[in-house]
């Protein structure tokens, strides 16, 4: 089975610090996904990745930014973390020819308090 | 850009049937998609539909889609208690990634 495994499941961060949440995928997926998931938001896409060193904006980037310096892995760094960021940060990912599969994490709770 | 609007909230009897219902506005879409999100847990890919088809069935579960009206949705037969979550609704037009509904949070009432 696919499992993509998100590093914390909860964490609690003060404003202004630096965030790092990790996300690993054990299947060799081209695709990496970060998603937001706010109470009656649904998901919102912050970033993705098509390949390694590479990203792309997704609908809501301000305040995020990317890293893949491995395919297996595609990190989440809020660099100044603030109160507004509060929410479950899912990963996601799938392979090149199966946009329809995206396979998620169980999601970290991130809390700045 | 593209939208995909569903209702927030289902409740349903035991035994009965449920119908989550989903619009969006892409009528590119190519593919949509019904991913289920227990409690605590990432969301699941439950089934999808080409958008040259009108349903698809797949043991309880009935996908219908009127590509016309940009409708789609999802019937649950004998809806249990463990099908209590979030159901997504997601399309996609292309090679991009999905675009998801809000969800819509299915409670089954014992």
């Known amino acids: 089975d696919v499992k993509v495994t998100q590093s914390s499941r909860y964490l609690v961060k003060r404003t202004g610090e630096k965030v790092f949440l990790e996300c690993v995928q054990d299947m060799d997926h081209e695709n990496m996904f970060w998603y937001r998931q706010d109470p009656g938001l649904g998901l919102r896409l912050i970033y993705f990745?098509?390949?390694?060193?590479?990203?792309e904006k997704g609908d809501i980037p301000e305040g995020y930014s990317v890293s893949r310096e491995k395919k297996e892995r595609f990190s989440l760094i809020l660099e100044s973390a603030s109160t507004n960021q509060t929410s479950m940060y899912l990963c996601a990912s799938t392979s090149g020819n199966s946009w329809e599969k995206l396979f998620f994490g169980s999601g970290t709770q991130l809390s700045v308090l | 850009g593209e939208d995909v609007e569903q209702s927030l909230f289902l409740s349903v009897r035991e035994g009965d049937s449920s119908v989550i219902n989903c619009t969006y506005t892409d009528s590119s879409s190519t593919y949509l998609y019904w991913y289920k999100q227990e409690p605590g847990a990432g969301l699941q890919l439950l089934t999808y539909?080409?958008?040259?088809?009108d349903m698809k069935q797949d043991q309880r579960l009935t996908v219908l889609l009127n590509k016309k009206d940009k409708h789609l949705s999802l019937r649950i037969a004998d809806t249990q208690t463990g099908d209590s979550a979030i159901y997504f609704c997601?399309?996609?037009?292309?090679?991009?990634?999905?675009?998801f509904g809000k969800g819509t949070r299915l409670s089954v009432i014992a």
């Open positions: 539909i080409f958008s040259n088809m």
């Open positions: 990745s098509y390949d390694v060193k590479m990203k």
């Open positions: 997601a399309e996609r037009g292309g090679n991009t990634p999905l675009v």
